[in-house]
């Protein structure tokens, strides 16, 4: 099935030719078309045979906006802390205004995907080697389902020959074929390996003592379980068994070569079009219970815990103290409310403003990550106290992770209850917030329910 005429394809090509001579550099040429109902994970288990190790896929909650993107067509990095978000979105800024698009991409148009580290201070291990302080990417394809409506988009530059047209307008062709492909199992796990736990438990004791010094309020402290596969993990199934398992939750798989980071988190940092902004406020957490009756006490007990209260707190006052620095309007409800997924059950507070002009979605970005529900409260001491007792590279764990489009909005999520997939070895990342009178024993209890979304996914358990 051709969607997009070859012709359609060739004239552009040829308008942007003409474009790149005048200003000598290279022009994108991005055309955008609506097509039937296409199946997202269908077209990213397709788009494998082309594009291995160079895709992602994107999914909100309620799967009324998916992408699947394939191949890339440009790469946008930053590398240290000078303003990371800022550079992106120079970069990006600066490549799409001079792109030739056809009618139709103003309705979806060229978007690019990616993330960054969450914390680029922090000593770097060969874990993340894949990924950079800052990496995004514009895909040669890309799959948009919005609305109930799909579309396909193909990113191309000028400086390629027609002969590269002519392999676009084939994989395209092939990729929006309805032929069904060979169902994939994942692998299975050999062994999961707790990194450092008791000492990891050992850090909790000399962080609260520093928190009832009054150095801080809250830090939050990772750990990593890494897992060990009979065979190479298949990226699809597992992103199957995610879209399955874990309602309410954002789905987000980034390829990098052989590298794969994916995940499914609750949790929403900022979403910005036109002027409209959101976010949310999601810390303090309790596990689901096994009947209805035990869920229900389970929640009542989170909504009047003191501890998880306060740690909840913090974060709504710095997200609102934040947006209000840039943003009219700011509102959350005066009380949260519960967010249940599959293994647990979260306080939630929603928070919506209208932002200033000038705001952009990098700034936006800038002035939330990290949250008190990721870092800790005040922020740089928190972040320092991280670096020195927390021995996980954290890369791009509980970084933010999504997309902006060619009118700068976006959404971007805090990248958590993830993993990171090395062919035959996966590690996976879990953390919580330590206050004053946390105890390690319950901490390191929350963070096996936190492992449980992705070793489900993978098809395992933590008694392996």
């Known amino acids: 099935m051709i969607t997009i005429p070859f012709h359609h394809i060739v004239s552009l090509w040829e308008e942007a030719k003409v474009k790149a001579a005048s200003i000598n550099q290279s022009v994108l040429i991005s055309y955008t078309k609506k097509i039937e109902q296409q199946d997202p994970l269908h077209f990213f288990q397709k788009s494998e045979q082309f594009f291995e190790g160079q895709r992602f896929f994107w999914s909100n909650p309620d799967h009324s906006h998916m992408m699947v993107g394939a191949g890339v067509t440009a790469e946008f990095t930053a590398d240290g802390e000078d303003d990371r978000y800022h550079a992106i979105e120079t970069q990006w800024k600066r490549f799409i205004r001079q792109a030739i698009c056809n009618e139709d991409t103003h309705s979806i148009g060229p978007v690019m995907y990616g993330g960054f580290s969450f914390d680029p201070k922090k000593d770097k291990t060969k874990l993340w080697d894949q990924f950079a302080d800052a990496l995004f990417i514009l895909p040669t394809f890309m799959l948009t389902k919005v609305e109930g409506n799909t579309y396909i988009t193909i990113n191309y530059l000028s400086d390629c020959d027609e002969s590269v047209l002519k392999e676009l307008v084939m994989q395209e062709e092939e990729l929006l074929n309805r032929s069904s492909i060979k169902h994939v ?5 050999v062994k999961c390996l707790e990194m450092d736990p008791m000492e990891w438990k050992e850090s909790i004791s000399k962080v609260t003592e520093k928190i009832s010094d009054g150095q801080m309020d809250k830090v939050v402290l990772a750990r990593e379980l890494r897992v060990l596969f009979q065979d190479k993990v298949n990226v699809t199934p597992v992103l199957e068994n995610l879209m399955e398992e874990q309602a309410n939750s954002y789905l987000f798989t980034v390829e990098r070569g052989t590298d794969c980071f994916l995940g499914a988190t609750p949790e929403q940092l900022v979403k910005k079009q036109g002027n409209k902004v959101q976010s949310m406020c999601l810390a303090g957490s309790i596990a689901r219970g096994e009947s209805v ?19 909840h ?37 929603p928070v919506t403003a209208e932002s200033n002009d000038g705001c952009s979605l990098s700034g936006l970005i800038k002035l939330l990550h990290p949250t008190p529900a990721l870092g800790g409260f005040p922020q740089e001491i928190s972040l320092q106290t991280i670096r020195e007792v927390e021995r996980l590279d954290r890369g791009w764990y509980a970084g933010p992770l999504g997309w902006m489009d060619w009118k700068e909005d976006g959404e971007f999520v805090v990248a958590i209850r993830s993993g990171l997939l090395q062919e035959r070895e996966a590690s996976l990342f879990a953390g919580c917030g330590i206050v004053g009178d946390s105890d390690p024993e319950s901490e390191y209890q929350e963070t096996q329910i936190k492992f449980r979304p992705m070793l489900s996914a993978l098809g395992g358990n933590l008694t392996q």
């Open 313 to 349: 707190d913090l974060v709504v006052q710095m997200i609102r103290a934040s947006l209000e620095k840039v943003c009219e309007n700011v509102r959350t409800p005066s009380e949260p409310n519960l967010y249940k997924m599959k293994h647990i059950q979260h306080l939630h507070t």
């Open 185 to 189: 199992n994942t692998t299975s796990i």
């Open 293 to 311: 009756e035990e869920d229900a006490q389970l929640g009542s007990a989170l909504l009047t815990d003191e501890k998880n209260m306060h740690e």
